[in-house]
């Protein structure tokens, strides 16, 4: 069973940064991508960064140069650092762990999201 859970988000002033937390249990983790994805209202959610289980990263283009994705696989989590935050960047920050059987088909987990704020 895979649980993923955020701890991080919060209120910043545009201009400052905040680290979001995933902590991850379950036996395929290690295994998995990773990544971190965010719901403003009204819009669909959207991928923000992903790191494999080798390290390798992807950042959507809003989040390059101001993101930086990182995973500690010995605690089973996962990072996201963020600065140079804007009110754009407000939304829902989902947690995700996708498992790839056989590279067919894969099995998506979500964390319950956490909330970040960003004042203008």
């Known amino acids: 069973q895979v649980q993923l859970v955020e701890s991080g988000g919060g209120l910043v002033q545009a201009g400052g940064s905040l680290r979001l937390s995933c902590a991850a249990s379950?036996?395929?983790?290690?295994?998995?991508?990773m990544g971190w994805y965010r719901q403003a209202p009204g819009k669909q959610r959207e991928s923000v960064a992903t790191i494999t289980s080798g390290g390798t990263t992807n950042y959507a283009n809003s989040a390059k140069g101001r993101f930086t994705i990182s995973r500690d696989n010995a605690k089973n989590t996962v990072y996201l650092r963020m600065n140079s935050l804007n009110p754009e960047d407000t939304a829902v920050y989902y947690c995700?762990?996708?498992?790839?059987?056989?590279?067919?088909?894969?099995?998506?987990?979500w964390g319950q999201g956490t909330q970040v704020t960003v004042s203008s």
């Open positions: 995700n762990a996708r498992f790839w059987r056989f590279g067919t088909t894969y099995s998506d987990y």
């Open positions: 379950g036996s395929i983790i290690s295994r998995s991508t």
